[in-house]
């Protein structure tokens, strides 16, 4: 890899029950709160910024 160059992976696990759409809203404005953060602070690199949304099956996730 290049040293001026490097990606940003997020990754948001949420419980089930959201719709699409809300699930792309969320990440429309989760993926330009990253572009607002990089352009604050990572000038001097090129970013590539990346985030998945995943969907826990709820009978798969425990709380206590």
Same mark, same amino acid.
């Given at each position: ?28 404005? =989760?993926?330009?709160?990253?572009? /607002?953060?990089?352009?604050? &602070?990572?000038? @001097?690199? !090129? =970013?590539?910024?990346?985030?998945? /949304?995943?969907?826990?099956? &709820?009978?798969? @996730?425990? !709380?206590?």
């Amino acid at each position: 890899g290049s040293s001026d160059a490097a990606l940003v992976h997020a990754v948001l696990k949420i419980g089930p029950g959201r719709t699409d759409a809300i699930k792309r809203s969320t990440g429309d404005e =989760l993926i330009d709160a990253m572009r /607002i953060w990089a352009a604050a &602070g990572v000038s @001097s690199v !090129r =970013l590539q910024l990346s985030l998945e /949304i995943h969907e826990l099956p &709820g009978e798969l @996730s425990w !709380r206590r």
